[in-house]
């Protein structure tokens, strides 16, 4: 009975998404899912001005890290961090992200950084096991790593307020005045980012016009994404 009814479910969401794509009216709801540092400081202003655009279509942004299951359509296009998407997924790659390592400049001059005992700290994103990974390839390996902070947004402001310095998003980084680049870092790290949505949903126009939107005005970020808006500081 339970796979009967898996079957059945299954059978229901593919037929949903087949009503839904035959739809070729630009109006009515586009369900988008992106992590929500991206939502916040890339995509809204651009949602605005597909919104002005396209003012019959509603944008209903879900800024969240969980996975959308865009095949019980809880998004039409999600935004996502990964090496390469679902294969059963329509996806469109964006520019990577890079990262670089940043401290504030009160910091960068009142601390060492390299040497044997360095006083400058670390403060790392999510878990140190995550991070000491990552700073052993850096010329501040001997730094200790001191302070964990879970939030993208809570973890830049550590970082503005002088607590230590850490790898940060440099589309976000480098237009923060107080901020600066350690010297030698590199923009070498950088996250790989995809566009994605079901085969079915992209026959629909409004979520077809939408994601050829957003990819294109993603890219025109493409400096800024990349870390080469603006020179080491």
């Known amino acids: 009975m339970v796979v009967r009814a898996e ?7 593919s037929m949903e998404r087949e009503v839904f794509g035959r739809d070729a009216l630009l109006a009515g709801p586009v369900r988008v899912s992106a992590p929500p ?4 400081h890339l995509l809204m202003p651009i949602l605005a001005d597909f919104a002005r655009l396209y003012p019959q279509i509603e944008i209903e942004m879900d800024a969240t890290f969980d996975v959308a299951d865009l095949r019980r359509r ?14 059963n997924l ?28 360095p006083t ?37 402001s550590a970082v503005k307020a002088g607590m230590g310095f850490a790898y940060l998003f440099c ?25 994605v949505t079901h085969p ?3 026959a629909t126009e409004r979520v ?13 970020h493409e400096r800024k994404i990349g870390g080469n808006a603006v020179g080491t500081n």
């Not at 079957?7 to 969401?13: A, D, Q, T, Y």
């Not at 540092?37 to 916040?40: C, E, F, G, H, K």
């Not at 923060?176 to 070498?188: I, Q, S």
Request: with cysteine; glycine share 2%; net charge negative.
């Open 171 to 195: 589309f976000l980084a480098d237009a923060e005045p107080a901020l600066v680049r350690l010297p030698e870092a590199t923009t070498d790290r950088a996250i790989t980012t995809w566009a």
């Open 37 to 40: 540092l991206l939502a916040q």
């Open 7 to 13: 079957r059945v479910e299954s059978e229901i969401l």
């Open 74 to 87: 809880n998004a039409d296009i999600a935004i996502r961090f990964q090496v390469q998407p679902d294969e």
């Open 90 to 117: 329509v996806a469109y790659k964006l520019p990577s992200f890079a990262n670089s390592i940043y401290a504030t400049r009160e910091y960068a001059k009142t601390h060492s950084f390299t040497g044997a005992n």
């Open 120 to 156: 400058a700290q670390w403060i790392a994103m999510g878990g140190k096991e995550v991070l000491d990974h990552w700073r052993h390839d850096t010329p501040y390996s001997e730094c200790k790593v001191h302070h964990v902070v879970s939030d993208m947004l809570a973890h830049l």
């Open 208 to 220: 077809r016009v939408c994601v050829r939107f957003l990819v294109d005005a993603i890219f025109e």
């Open 200 to 202: 079915d949903v992209i």
